[in-house]
């Protein structure tokens, strides 16, 4: 196991930890009538692969010196999808409210992803061509 496996390991044994502490301390809460909860108590358990996205994106920020790199697109779209749907249940809104929310949440993917690829494209070779030799 390398470092960098051994490092994501680690993230990922934390971030399980957290999860079940704090789910672990929101039921103890409800059971002494602490927290009121809805039927849609069940929403917390999407904290779990919150956590996981969560720990993912600090990894890469951590990789990349800070800020959002292109590989953080689509864990950081997927830990807001979740985190919204699990708002939803959490507080018993309407879909038919709050389903614009979605198509502001694509919008924000996609300029992380239009911000990101400004300086991308395909590494030139020497010459200008692209690696492999010139394109017939």
């Not at 672990?24 to 779990?48: E, I, T």
């Not at 699990?86 to 929310?101: A, Q, R, S, T």
């Amino acid at each position: 196991m390398n470092g960098q496996e051994h490092s994501r390991g680690q993230g990922n044994a934390k971030a399980s930890a957290f999860a079940l502490m704090i789910i672990g301390g929101v039921f103890l809460l409800r059971n002494l009538d602490l927290l009121p909860m809805h039927s849609n108590w069940w929403a917390l358990l999407l904290l779990v692969p919150l956590f996981f996205l969560g720990t993912r994106i600090r990894e890469l920020r951590a990789k990349h010196g800070g800020g959002i790199p292109p590989e953080a697109r689509g864990p950081l779209t997927g830990f807001l999808s979740i985190a919204l749907v699990m708002l939803i249940f959490l507080f018993n809104l309407d879909w038919g409210d709050v389903w614009p929310l979605f198509l502001i949440l694509v919008g924000v993917s996609f300029l992380f992803g239009a911000s990101s690829e400004k300086g991308a494209g395909p590494a030139a070779g020497p010459g200008g061509a692209p690696p492999g030799g010139p394109v017939p």
